[in-house]
């Protein structure tokens, strides 16, 4: 019956904030592929065409969830409160930073301005979401790496803050990032270790654990223009096991019916393919620039394959019948 219920509501209603995954999918590439123009002098087109469609991706998504904020408010205080979905909100602002980066080189004005409301915005999010895990009991066996993305969405901050001249704010961001990701990734790796498992929409959200040391990389880069030094030395190193193990994991992730979250895929492949270009910008050598080469093209190919998915999912509606 709750089935049917639930089919019974507006399109509207039934979009998901998970949905803002997508720009930073696309945009988080764009970024990517930036990185590898000036590493690699490949062409800067493949950047921008991907940036104007997470741009006009971003445009259509806020113009739509703020019809249903204003038009069915009811459904998107029940999504803030769910435990899984609440988790994906902080994903506006993240969009915002990812966007941010890469307007920055084009139109600084929207860049500052997107990395202002963005950086503000995800503190909010930051709060009330870690407030509201404080105040109340979880249930661990609903509790996925989703949870990153407040925590992740801090350590992006200085990646497009610190270009911009927001050195010390983005301090504050980077500080608060680190320490919680090293306390939640202990608690995601309780959970995945020694709950039954997680449901298989929930499965891609395992990529996620990639997202941290490839972000925090990025970030340390920023803030030592560019400099590895031994914090960056780890962070790489990390990372790139992270990405061996969810590479032997891939079948396990990405199999069965296809659902939106596999879109959480998507910005931690972008995430290691940018801080693997600037390690390698960093510490020049075959060894790097190989692995370099290797994540972007992965990276790129698992958006492309997403995407194509993605629009057969929407095609047939069922990307708004998953709830």
């Not at 193990?245 to 596999?262: C, D």
Request: aromatic share 14%.
């Amino acid at each position: 019956m709750s089935g049917a219920i639930a089919a019974e509501k507006p399109l509207l209603a039934r979009l998901s904030i998970a949905m803002f995954s997508t720009v930073m999918g696309i945009g988080g590439l764009s970024n990517a592929w930036a990185i590898a123009h000036r590493a690699f002098g490949v062409p800067l087109v493949v950047s921008q065409v991907l940036l104007v469609v997470a741009v006009l991706s971003f445009g259509v998504l806020v113009v739509a969830h703020l019809a249903k904020l204003g038009f069915c408010f009811a459904e998107v205080a029940e999504e803030f409160m769910h435990p899984v979905r609440s988790n994906f909100f902080p994903a506006v602002s993240v969009a915002m930073i990812v966007l941010s980066i890469g307007t920055r080189a084009y139109v600084p004005e929207v860049a500052h301005a997107l990395w202002w409301v963005g950086a503000a915005m995800h503190l909010a999010f930051a709060i009330t979401l870690i407030r509201r895990w404080i105040l109340h009991a979880q249930d661990e066996s609903v509790l996925t790496p989703a949870w990153f993305i407040p925590v992740v969405g801090n350590i992006l901050v200085p990646v497009g803050g610190v270009p911009l001249g927001y050195v010390e704010i983005s301090w504050f961001f980077f500080s608060v990032g680190l320490v919680f990701w090293l306390a939640f990734f202990t608690i995601v790796l309780h959970r995945v270790l020694f709950v039954p498992a997680m449901s298989q929409r929930s499965m891609p959200t395992l990529f996620i654990l990639l997202a941290p040391p490839s972000i925090g990389l990025s970030a340390y880069l920023a803030f030592t223009g560019g400099q590895a030094g031994a914090l960056g030395d780890i962070f790489y190193c990390l990372a790139l096991f992270i990405a061996m193990l969810l590479a032997s994991l891939g079948r396990y992730v990405a199999h069965g019916p296809f659902f939106m979250s596999w879109w959480a895929i998507t910005f931690p492949a972008d995430g290691w393919a940018g801080a693997s270009i600037g390690y390698y910008q960093a510490r020049p050598s075959a060894y790097t620039a190989a692995i370099a080469v290797v994540a972007l093209t992965t990276a790129s190919l698992i958006v492309a394959w997403i995407t194509v998915r993605t629009m057969r999912h929407m095609a047939s509606g069922a990307a708004f019948r998953e709830d």
